[in-house]
């Protein structure tokens, strides 16, 4: 059975779910057996992974089939970690099954006051899913920060008016990500140029395995 399951959700188009997703994917799958679930119909993490030489170092992905809950349970049953990459929606039936089945839910953010509002509309729909995933774990984690904006003092006002967890790491926003969408790799794979982002990422895995 897996340990964790982890859906990254946010009804907000480029915030960052796609590339939390697959370089989470990829640090998760150095510490075990991973998977990554394709959720989104624009099919980002397929085209991303289509592009990576073979030895890449990328977790198989799936696209999610009809029956979500049966493609989750079934990927559960021999990876370690899943991790879903969903499309910039949060109502869709698809989304709300998703809910249902992961123990965690990470919300990745831009961080402005404004995008931090925009999430008002997850507290509602993660605490509608709490209703069949009692245990359901969710959390935001800022992205694209750059030291100048890491909280201000507006942000720490919404968050606080918000009541979503945060995590404390975040990804900041570093050439390296894209790069490493554009060659096919994660920021695992980038070698020496990309260590601060996967510096980003390891705080963040390491965060998360203990939520
Ligand atoms: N921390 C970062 N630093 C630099 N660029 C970033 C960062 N995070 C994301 N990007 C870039 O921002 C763009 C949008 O990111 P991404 O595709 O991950 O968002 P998304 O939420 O999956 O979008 P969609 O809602 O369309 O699925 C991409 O070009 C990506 O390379
Ligand atoms: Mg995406």
Known sequence: MADKTIAIISQKGGSGKTTLSLNLAAGLALRGPTHLVDADPQRSISQWVAMSVSNAGLPPVTQLGKDPLATIEQLEYDHRYVVIDCPPIIQGDTVVAIMRAVQIVLIPVLPSPIDLWSSVEMVGVISQARRWNPDL??????????????????????????????????????????????????VYGLGKRAEPAVTDMEAIIEEILCL
Not at 145 to 166: F, G, K, Q, W, Y
């Open 137 to 186: 774990r969710a959390s935001l984690v800022l992205n694209q920060v750059e030291t100048r904006n890491a909280l201000s003092r507006a942000m720490s006002e919404a968050l606080a008016e918000l009541d979503m967890p945060i995590l404390k790491a975040s990804m900041q926003r570093r050439a390296a990500y894209r790069s490493a969408a554009v060659e096919g790799v994660s």
